[in-house]
């Protein structure tokens, strides 16, 4: 099994930054494409970015092209996800995901593994 905790959320004002983790046990997964999905209240689960495994191949999806960047340190099972120029409709609860497969892909129904999810609050 595999278990992922995120850190790093909290209530931060509009044009702000936070960087979260996602730190992997159970088992290494350096070879896995690792995601972050985001879900406010009332709205569905949506994809955020993803990270194949070398850390060299990245998508996101159109409104955080240019403020998110996601990263990883394999030797740390850790993915990242910084955040710059935070809106307020950004606050969600923000969830990391892993997927055993090679290609990155947006739909949650392809990732085999989730964490908890971290609050991501941004005040206007």
């Known amino acids: 099994q595999v278990q992922l905790v995120e850190s790093g959320g909290g209530l931060v004002q509009a044009g702000g930054s936070l960087r979260l983790s996602c730190v992997a046990s159970?088992?290494?997964?350096?070879?896995?494409?690792m995601g972050w999905f985001r879900q406010s209240p009332g709205k569905e689960r949506e994809f955020v970015a993803a990270?194949?495994?070398?850390?060299?191949?990245?998508d996101y999806t159109d409104f955080v092209k240019g403020r998110f960047t996601i990263s990883r340190n394999n030797a740390k099972n850790t993915v990242y996800l910084e955040m710059i120029s935070l809106r307020p409709e950004d606050t969600a609860v923000y969830s990391c995901?892993?997927?055993?497969?090679?290609?990155?892909?947006?739909?949650?129904?392809?990732?085999?593994?989730w964490g908890q999810g971290t609050q991501v609050t941004v005040s206007s």
């Open positions: 159970g088992r290494t997964l350096w070879t896995s494409v």
């Open positions: 990270i194949d495994w070398s850390g060299r191949i990245t």
């Open positions: 995901a892993a997927r055993t497969g090679s290609t990155i892909r947006r739909s949650a129904s392809d990732y085999n593994y």
